[in-house]
């Protein structure tokens, strides 16, 4: 059973940074591309940042040169480093994992985390 699992989030103020992890077992990480979604209060889920299996990265508009994904294949984990942290990404930020190549922001991924809180004070 392929199971993401995030940690990492937490209260920063604005200007802050912060790293989000996920752990994912039960696949060969190689095979799987991945991404980070998030969801404010009120608000559509939206893709923030996806890798797809051979490395190709991109990025929502919003997040673009302040936020960072990538994996660390040895450790089967994916992050996100968020830096320049603003309000408006205040969320709950999920991890997904899919077996196809690439699926970049499309939420169409197979497997999900329960997700972790991000919170941007001003």
């Known amino acids: 059973q392929v199971q993401p699992v995030e940690s990492g989030g937490g209260s920063v103020q604005a200007g802050g940074s912060l790293r989000l992890s996920c752990a994912v077992s039960?696949?060969?990480?190689?095979?799987?591309?991945m991404g980070w979604f998030r969801q404010a209060p009120g608000k559509e889920r939206e893709g923030v940042a996806a890798?797809?299996?051979?490395?190709?990265?991109t990025y929502a508009n919003s997040v673009k040169g302040r936020f960072t994904i990538s994996k660390d294949s040895a450790k089967n984990t994916l992050y996100l480093q968020m830096n320049s942290l603003k309000p408006e990404d205040t969320g709950m930020y999920y991890c997904?994992?899919?077996?196809?190549?690439?699926?970049?922001?499309?939420?169409?991924?197979?497997?999900w985390g329960h997700g972790t809180q991000v919170t941007v004070s001003s």
């Open positions: 039960g696949y060969t990480w190689s095979s799987f591309c």
């Open positions: 890798i797809g299996i051979d490395g190709t990265t």
């Open positions: 997904a994992a899919d077996r196809r190549v690439w699926l970049g922001l499309l939420a169409w991924y197979d497997y």
